[in-house]
């Protein structure tokens, strides 16, 4: 089946006026000197520039730790097979992670995520990241860089035995993905239909949050106040909004990380660091993360 295309560098320009050829040619002289690290395309520089607004240390900074989390981090970045793996499919019935159609006013992308069994022991926290991540990827594979991007989780139906399947760690490692390592712009991130249950897993979450994260943190019982972020109507129908039924979106966006498997066999074979070629000390998710250990599990009845 042929893939849809990955946006190219030119479409990147035309897109980007600040992105120049030598900032790119500056990007791959130091990538020169990194051999740990995998080769990295134009398209693929042009989205670190454009997530750090284009200033070169940061950019380094953001390939860095993006390369390296996702080597780093084995339960959200391998195994994503999602014809073959097990785990992942089932993850695909629990949950549904969806880019809307929609933009905000000020032309913001957003990926929206929900539960969709609500049977707390099939939720699995790795497993569903892992997902939301391939959502991400795909996305940003296919469509490049955006003006900013927004998160919106929506927390119907999700229970004191679902915060229970949490673990601190396992926020703590996905948080620092999307805080260090992922290229986007993030502009806000939305919890919406929230209950008693939010308090818990903002306790859990508020450790490993950095001011910046803590600032476009929003939290909201009713879409009222979501309404004065983005339109309400780039909601699936079935879930307060105007657009296609959940169900639909969720299939078709299921259908495209199928149709996109090699990709991420590809990607999960070639785009990760070779600690082995790194100049000076290697790095373990030890060295990022902590030890598992250090964590006390939150037991809640």
């Known amino acids: 089946?042929?893939?849809n295309k990955r946006i190219s560098y030119e479409e990147?320009?035309?897109k980007n006026p600040e992105l120049k050829d030598s900032d790119i040619q500056l990007l791959k002289d130091w990538c020169a000197k990194q051999p740990h690290l995998p080769k990295i395309m134009d398209s693929e520089y042009a989205l670190?520039?454009?997530?750090?607004?284009?200033?070169?240390?940061?950019?380094?900074?953001?390939?860095e730790q993006y390369y390296t989390a996702r080597t780093h981090l084995p339960e959200f970045f391998s195994d994503r097979d999602p014809l073959g793996?097990?785990?992942?499919?089932e993850a695909f019935k629990v949950t549904a992670h969806i880019t809307l159609e929609m933009r905000t006013k000020e032309g913001y992308k957003i990926v929206y995520s929900r539960l969709i069994d609500y049977e707390p022991s099939h939720f699995v926290y790795n497993d569903t990241m892992k997902y939301f991540a391939m959502v991400t990827d795909l996305w940003l594979y296919k469509e490049g860089t955006a003006k900013g991007h927004i998160i919106i989780i929506d927390m119907d139906k999700v229970s004191f035995a679902h915060a229970g399947r949490l673990s601190p760690l396992g926020i703590k490692k996905f948080l620092y993905y999307l805080q260090e390592s992922i290229p986007i712009r993030l502009k806000a991130l939305h919890f919406i239909n929230t209950n008693a249950v939010m308090d818990?897993?903002?306790?859990?979450?508020k450790p490993f949050m950095k001011k910046e994260l803590m600032d476009v943190l929003h939290i909201h019982t009713t879409n009222d106040t979501l309404a004065k972020f983005i339109p309400v109507e780039a909601l699936p129908c079935d879930c307060g909004g105007k657009s296609r039924p959940l169900k639909e979106q969720q299939e078709e966006q299921l259908k495209d990380i199928e149709n996109h498997?090699?990709?991420?066999?590809?990607?999960?074979?070639?785009n990760r660091v070779n600690e082995a070629l790194?100049?000076?000390?290697s790095k373990s998710a030890t060295?990022?993360?902590?030890?598992?250990?250090?964590?006390?599990?939150?037991?809640i009845d």
């Open 287 to 299: 060295d990022l993360f902590g030890v598992e250990g250090s964590f006390k599990k939150l037991e």
């Open 261 to 270: 498997r090699e990709w991420f066999l590809k990607d999960e074979a070639l």
């Open 278 to 281: 790194r100049v000076g000390n």
């Open 200 to 205: 818990i897993i903002l306790a859990m979450m």
């Open 85 to 89: 793996t097990m785990q992942l499919r």
């Open 48 to 63: 670190f520039l454009h997530s750090n607004y284009y200033l070169m240390e940061p950019t380094k900074c953001t390939i």
């Open 12 to 14: 990147e320009k035309r």
């Open 1 to 3: 089946m042929s893939l």
